[in-house]
Nanobody
């Protein structure tokens, strides 16, 4: 049984930083691309960042490119700097079985339950 778990969310002031972690059990870790998505109240879930199974390819939402960094070893991390109130959302990690790390939600087979990130102004 596959289980994905996000951690590291919390409340931070604008301009602050958080580091999210995503771990998984029950799957061949390096075969899966991992994506971070977020969903704010009343909005659809949106792509934030992704990394390929090998770690050699990364992709970012334009609005976070200069502020967020995705990386992986035995977990996938999302380092979020210079946080803004508009970054407030529940952040989810998902596993893409193609290994690519797609921007398309439907490509993801497994999901965690999310971690809340709240940025105060």
């Amino acid at each position: 049984q596959v289980r994905m778990v996000e951690s590291g969310g919390g409340l931070v002031q604008a301009g602050g930083s958080l580091r999210l972690s995503c771990t998984a059990s029950g799957l061949a870790w390096t075969n899966y691309g991992i994506g971070w998505f977020r969903q704010a109240p009343g909005k659809e879930r949106e792509f934030v960042a992704a990394i390929s199974g090998s770690g050699g390819r990364t992709d970012y939402l334009n609005s976070v490119t200069d502020r967020f960094t995705i990386s992986r070893d035995n977990a996938v991390y999302l380092q979020m700097n210079s946080l803004k109130p508009e970054d407030t959302a529940v952040y989810y990690c998902g596993a893409d079985p193609t290994g690519w790390g797609s921007r398309i939600i439907s490509r993801y087979l497994y999901w965690g339950v999310g971690t809340q990130v709240t940025v105060s102004s």
